[in-house]
């Protein structure tokens, strides 16, 4: 455990060096890079063997006389901790090259110290016993994570998309301060271990409760609106950090929680797995509509929830419905997932930070042809598209396997589990057909084809560190998809200490995984086989080239391209109501036509919803209201003696 | 032994049969069609030839053609033919194979987009969407065929004690599903009436237009792994539907071949008297078959019980 505290001081330095370096420029960052990164590393070499070996230690201390900061640590929070140390030195690494305007060095320092603070507070997120040491760490994470989107404050858009982000970690927070507040006045008791001793009737209400404070840092549908607003405010590793780490804390607090009141009741689980197919689908449909890379990736980490969320979901019905397969397969697959998806989530926010710096543009329909301009970039991009696809033989299909094995075998429930379980299956299915189709578009219209506007012509290649973290990343999600074993077992450790399917036997499970591995391997092998026979057949043959045929005509103009909107169009259409498209036109009105506009959007239907019955109404109100404020000094005196009389007289 | 020729048998077939398709369409217009070899004379002459790539092209458009070929092939080695035990074959080898599948539709899908043509993004889009709402059909089916074998494994759903097949235990159940695979096959396989691929017009293609600019060894590498894909679930369809048992591996395999010939045959007879829906009839047709399995797989609920 000490180990530990060691580790999240080394990370705190570096965070705080960088920021007093900051003069240095080159020298802050190298500095604030490698002290976070041995922090980290620290980190790891703790936690990894005892993840392995599954012991659990505890510790706690006493803060300002009034408060125990207890800390504990089981299989689950050191499985967490594992992305938390792994994911973000990479990302620094990578932000070597990305943070390169000198004129912001005071900026970078103060990013540097914000990003040590998160990962501190990440750390401490998984590590608390109790609600005191919760919700500070919880609080702590949100604020960093606030002030790292705000890093481009100048802009109008980067702010209201900040504050957004503020008004979700906070009203987020509440629903768990209302939560944390029912247990104690029932329990009494700040302690974790007093969560069970809640009466059977308030649990559901608490997890409710919880599941929206917690989901809306994971981004659950629909209160997911903040993440599409601040991922592309972000700078890339900050948007790959809070995507790849930081919102599976939310999906830690919901199992957390779920573990701790070990609820008997069937609907929790239920409610988490219908909430997982509705976040999953509308996620990958949003993502497909959305031309702004960032703002996709943004729905894709949505989607994503949503996948490990049906996986929990299925998990947790598998334990209401005894069945300890389901149960144990669904945990282990929403395990797998979160790991798999803190890899390729980074790595591909990451080459869209790449793709940004050097495009000046992160729209789709503005992209094109930079897997010949950004060679890496471009490779590491569509390994990273592949895994989050959830195609063999990359990492993504692994977590995606389990669960589907574990809904599998959740087929001999009755009634309404068995639907559920149905639904789920075809969910995945669908979210894994539209992630193709999601994927295809933003590898095959930014990186493919002809650039679309002088800018992307312009790109070149990002700076070295940059494709080096891509490419360590990209390999991983490879090697990973080859060689599951380990990785699976990593997740199974995770989730020894879950008492409701720790009894579970893996034996049998492990010769699936080396079957499924050697599959990939045969794959792998056929590929190679049939490219060297490729190969041959081209050996001292005539290889031509001239211009696409476009039918008759031979490369007219690179914007008669197909588009991302024209792309997604027909499938987002399948998905009206609940993906609304807004085509304007300004139609041809005279007999000879002059300029006309064709203007196709996708709105969020949570956020318009949020506007026409929440915010519209309130401001409508508030607005009524405004006479109390009138800026008479004496009046407000007058406010506060009737409020103190009315204070002390009623209560 | 016996699963390595029958393996290799499946491969050198999957070219003949597409041919059986345009005779029975040559008979329906009063055609004498071409030769039965036709497709290997195709093979030969695209394996002679070189290519001319696009300058818009990236390595993408050269993998893309690898990718398909093999992820085809691969459901050959795992798809137990004729009774005899396949190549490979393990519990949970179903959804690795359709995903699989997904990989080579997505690189078929990049490949299309990488000419920077204004008609391959259009089959491309339409590929996409159509295979995700098959895709649903065909997790109904695996979910159905679970419930009825506990296994997900092609080799274990037409093996062991709880044989899949329209002669056995829920046969009633399975007429539908019968029904709903062939429909699936019908798009996965880009046929009348999801797609034409004798249509003349690139806008309303699906499958023929995404390959508008591969030519030479890969055209032909793309030709082939259409051939083992429609070989693939033909199979699979022929295994629901084949009546005929033998003890004689040889007779049985040739019986199981005449049941694939029939589908071919009626793929043909299909083709002859259907024309191709309206773009946007396609989704409606598509679902079709998934509500299908859906309904049985409701069914099951109260039959197995």
Known sequence: MDTLFVSITVILAGGIAGLLLYRQFTLMKVVAIATTSAGCGIGLYYTLPKLLQGTAATASYNWLHTFTLAFSLDSVSLFFLVPIFLIPPLTLIYSFHYLENKQKRLRAGVNYLFFSILIASMALVVMSANMITFLLAWELMSLSSFFLVMYDYESYGNRKAGYLYFLFAQGGAMFLFAAFALIHSHSGSFDFNSFSSVPEQAKLFIFILAFLGFGSKAGIFPIHIWLPKAHPAAPSHVSAIMSGVMIKMGIYGIFRIYLLLEPTTALIGQIVLITGMVTGILGVVYALAKQDIKQL???????????????????????????????????????????????????????????????????????????????????????????????????GFIGEFLIYYGAFQGLTCNKFPYILTILAIISLAVIGGMATACFTKVVGLAFLGEPRTEKAAAASESGFTMGAVMGIM???????????????????????????????????????????????????????????????????????????????????????????????????????????????????????????????????????????????????????????QHGHIQLYIGYIIVAIIVLLLFL | MESILSFCFAVLIAPLLPAVIQKTKAYFAGKQGPPLLINYYTMIKLFKKGSVYSTSTSFVFKQGPVVGFCTSLMMLAYFPMAEIAPLFSFHGDVLILFYLMGLGRFFTILAALDTASPFEGMGAAREAFFSTLAEMTIFGILILFFKLTGSLSFNEFFSGEHVISLMGEYGALLILVVAGLYIVMLTENSRVPVDDPATHLELTMIHEVMILDHSGPDLALIELGAYFKLLFYSGFLARLIDPFHSDNTFVNGMLFYAVVLFIYISIGVVESITARYKMNVVPKFILTPFILVFFVTILTMGVLQ
């Open chain 1, 474 to 628: 990209a390999v991983s999600c490879l090697v990973i998809g080859v060689f599951p074993e380990p990785f699976i077992r990593l997740a199974f450790s995770g989730i020894k200490d879950v008492s409701m399917v720790s009894s579970f036997d893996t034996g049998a499970f492990l010769t699936i995984i080396r079957q499924l591995s050697k599959t990939a391997a045969i794959f792998i092998g056929l590929f190679f086989i049939v490219s060297i026979f490729r190969k041959m057949l081209y050996a001292k043959k005539e290889i031509g080239s001239g211009g696409t045929w476009g039918c008759g005509f031979t490369q007219p103009t690179v914007r008669m391209q197909y588009t991302g909107t024209s792309y997604a169009y027909e499938m987002v259409e399948f998905f009206n109501p609940f993906v609304p498209i807004k085509n304007v036109y300004t139609g041809i009105k005279k007999i000879f036509p002059g300029t006309t506009t064709w203007e196709s959007t996708v709105d969020d239907i949570a956020e318009t919803s949020y506007q026409r019955y929440l915010t519209t109404p309130l401001l409508n109100l508030v607005n009524k209201l405004k006479w109390i």
């Open chain 1, 297 to 395: 990736l943004a729905y894709s980490s949505v989607e994503n929830i949503g996948i490990i969320l049906i996986g929990m979901g299925i998990g947790m019905v598998g334990v209401s419905e005894q069945n300890q397969a389901m149960a144990f397969f669904g945990f282990a697959g929403s395990f797998m997932h979160i790991f798999n998806h803190s890899i390729f989530k980074s790595l591909l926010f990451m080459g869209a930070g790449s793709v940004l710096h050097k495009a000046k543009t992160k729209n789709i329909e503005e992209l094109g042809g930079l897997m010949k301009r950004m060679p890496v970039t471009g490779r590491t991009f569509l390994a990273g598209s592949v895994a989050i696809s959830g195609l063999p033989p990359f990492s």
